[in-house]
């Protein structure tokens, strides 16, 4: 029964678009409901240049992002910040153990 529904995938992304674009369908808002919920992250979509903290600052400031989306982007930010740390103790930690590799043994 599964491979019979995704056979159907192809053919039914086709129907619903059909449906978006005939605005003079009854079942039109239907569609355009069903492409917004499953195909939009579940959270608000904010569009930014970049992901520097001026840029985002400036969006809190505009209005174009709330309170909750900076705390929500600085924690994302401090992650990123962290694995690019983790990474350079990494690359550093093996740096020091080829050089003690290459040293005579005492």
């Given at each position: 029964?599964?491979?019979?529904?995704?056979?159907?995938?192809?053919?039914?992304i086709e129907r619903v678009r059909d449906t978006f674009r005939d605005k003079d369908n009854?079942?039109?808002?239907?569609?355009?409901e069903l492409i917004l919920r499953y195909c939009l992250p579940?959270?608000?979509t904010v569009e930014l240049d970049n992901a520097e903290p001026e840029?985002?600052?400036?969006?809190?400031?505009?209005?174009?992002?709330?309170?909750?989306e900076i705390k929500s982007?600085?924690?994302?930010?401090?992650?990123?910040k962290n694995v690019a740390s983790m990474d350079d103790i990494m690359r550093h930690l093996q740096e020091l153990t080829a050089f003690a590799k290459q040293q005579p043994n005492k």
């Open positions: 029964m599964l491979a019979s529904i995704k056979q159907m995938g192809p053919e039914a009854p079942s039109h808002w239907k569609a355009v579940p959270a608000r840029t985002i600052k400036n969006a809190f400031i505009d209005g174009e992002m709330t309170a909750d982007a600085a924690a994302a930010l401090e992650k990123l």
